[in-house]
């Protein structure tokens, strides 16, 4: 059957139609562009996680010289008189014993870095039923004590401590595993966060001075917005990294397999037995052994063997070691007083580098005391950013609804 020129017409006129008015869908499409959906992301991520990011920077402001603040805060409980000779260990770890209300021998004892500084004596406070101690979730009762005259200077639950409800505030929000994840999330989106506002605020060759400064005599609107992008700038780098270590310390189950695929990471020994029989040792001798090992070293640690087969365990730091909690341990044996086992960073693998730096990358001390001031003022960037990035939106929003209104009594 031929066709008629009536249906060639029709037929000729469907098709023209069709390339004029392309699918509403595909119209949509056409409008969207990278920017514009960075943009929404960067809105939504910081309308839906920025208090959480905020608080992570005030008390990671705090934490950045967190033993410090702790020290000044308890002073009367954390420092002493230098003497000229300190007592035996044994004896110090007996008189903590008198007054701990935790019936159990202590896991470690916190060691004075300066002639100033008390003995700290740790002991673990018993998890309830069907829990256990494991990663951040240990929980300690603290005696301090003289380490000259053996004078009890105070005790406390160490959770109950101002630094630790800080700590635990930066890092679960106090609210167990629920605010680890969340904490968690925050600072893995906070990296897409930083790298669409850079890509958002990223200028052309010719604009590149005006984007890095804040222009003068500007409208609130205009200096507000200004203000948003240079903080966001000028801290962009802080952001990333402290982001990224963050993630570390919530998620090391994701983040070592992949540290691991580029390079080795060697996970710490649990378990370190004692292989001979008799009688312990002193902690004195333990030190000793270690200090021949690392005559240069600061040793801060001695954990404490709990059981019939286990290990002291002496952690210290290096000259050449840039985190203040160092990361070399030494296991010994708690009764012939030989080296077991040895933690060495200089020994470490690529991967195991890169693990043990998060922490001085997390708090700065890796640039330095400059590096932790500067952290310490880069702390309040997410809470000026929320704020300035909150009224940017507002003002935007207000200013499409009151087109939006003018359009509509035009039509």
Known sequence: MSMSSFDKSNLELSFSTCEKSPHPGLAILKKITLRKVLLKLHLYISLWLG??????????SLLVYGTELDKWLNADMMTVAAGEKVRPLADLITIANQVSPIKSQPVHLQLPKQAEDALIVRYQVPMPAGKNHHGHNHHFYEVMINPYSGQVLGQRDRNDAFMTIILQLHFKLLAGEIGKLIMGIT????????????????????????????????????????????????????LFVVSLSGSYFNFPFLFKPAVNFFSSVTEMPRDVKSTATGSAVRP????????QRFPQAQIQRLSLPDNAKGSFMVSLRQANEIRHKGATMVWVDQYSGNILHVRDPNQFSGGDSFINLQLSLHNGEIFGTPGRILYIVAGFAPLLLMVTGIIHWLKKRHAKRQHSVRFASLS
Do not use: C
């Open 51 to 60: 208090a959480f990011l905020v608080i992570a920077g005030l008390t990671g």
């Open 284 to 291: 004195e001798s333990v030190l000793q052994q270690v200090t």
């Open 187 to 238: 600072a893995l989106m906070t990296l897409i966060l930083t790298l669409s506002g850079l890509y958002l605020w990223w200028p052309k060759l010719n604009k590149l001075k005006q984007a890095l400064v804040i222009k003068r005599n500007a409208s609130f609107t205009r200096f507000n917005f200004d203000l948003h992008k240079t903080i966001g700038f000028y801290t962009a780098i802080i």
